[in-house]
């Protein structure tokens, strides 16, 4: 082994670069792992990560590799076949992780929309208030109903509802104010209303 971990990984035959691996050679893991790191770092910093990511990526798939070929899940066909094998590693556990990363963004958003749920308990509140108001609403006399629906519902002008109601526009006016302020007294005295 001395005279092998003398030599350069480079200049070793690729099967035998696979049969130092399976034996855990040190001088050989050493370089083939010094040889790839540069690549796979320029690939994960051009592609949105930064040098710490690169080397978390590069040591699960330098580790990945290395269990692959002990496995025997790996067998070189040339001399860059374990380089390219290592990389193309790197860089399916690099997406792997922008993949997740943009899941984690999704599910933010989720959470976002769980937050909404308030806007829920303040429809529900709305809708109690609209409630409220048309129970209100039916419990004041025929005319100030019919003023009010006119006005509010049915969008008419005070010259329309005069002309409806067979009055003068200013005494419609003065009458919707006079059936709009007994409906909020009828709405604050009316249980579970606003007080």
């Given at each position: 082994?001395?005279?092998?971990?003398?030599?350069?990984?480079?200049?070793?035959?690729?099967?035998?670069?696979?049969?130092?691996?399976?034996?855990?050679?040190?001088?050989?893991?050493?370089?083939?792992?010094?040889?790839?790191?540069?690549?796979?770092?320029?690939?994960?910093?051009?592609?949105?990560?930064?040098?710490?990511?690169?080397?978390?990526?590069?040591?699960?798939?330098?580790?990945?590799?290395?269990?692959?070929?002990?496995?025997?899940?790996?067998?070189?066909?040339?001399?860059?076949?374990?380089?390219?094998?290592?990389?193309?590693?790197?860089?399916?556990?690099?997406?792997?992780?922008?993949?997740?990363?943009?899941?984690?963004?999704?599910?933010?958003?989720?959470?976002?929309?769980?937050?909404?749920?308030?806007?829920?308990?303040e429809?529900e509140a709305?809708?109690r208030?609209?409630?409220?108001?048309?129970?209100?609403?039916?419990?004041?006399?025929?005319?100030?109903?019919?003023?009010?629906?006119?006005?509010?519902f049915?969008?008419?002008?005070?010259?329309?509802?005069?002309?409806?109601m067979?009055?003068?526009?200013?005494?419609?006016?003065?009458?919707?104010?006079?059936?709009?302020?007994?409906?909020?007294?009828?709405?604050?005295?009316?249980?579970?209303?606003?007080?």
């Amino acid at each position: 082994m001395r005279e092998i971990s003398n030599q350069k990984i480079k200049d070793l035959p690729f099967n035998r670069t696979v049969v130092l691996i399976k034996q855990n050679d040190a001088f050989t893991l050493k370089e083939l792992y010094k040889t790839n790191f540069a690549k796979v770092k320029r690939y994960v910093l051009k592609n949105s990560g930064d040098a710490q990511q690169a080397k978390d990526v590069y040591q699960e798939a330098f580790l990945a590799m290395w269990r692959n070929i002990k496995d025997d899940k790996f067998s070189a066909e040339s001399e860059t076949a374990i380089n390219g094998y290592l990389f193309q590693i790197a860089k399916h556990k690099w997406l792997d992780q922008v993949r997740s990363i943009r899941y984690k963004n999704t599910t933010f958003i989720n959470r976002e929309l769980e937050y909404d749920e308030s806007d829920t308990d303040e429809n529900e509140a709305q809708n109690r208030k609209i409630k409220l108001i048309m129970d209100s609403l039916n419990q004041l006399g025929e005319r100030c109903q019919l003023l009010l629906k006119l006005f509010y519902f049915e969008r008419k002008s005070f010259k329309e509802i005069a002309e409806i109601m067979e009055m003068d526009e200013a005494s419609a006016r003065n009458a919707k104010y006079r059936c709009q302020d007994q409906l909020k007294k009828m709405a604050q005295i009316i249980p579970n209303g606003p007080k």
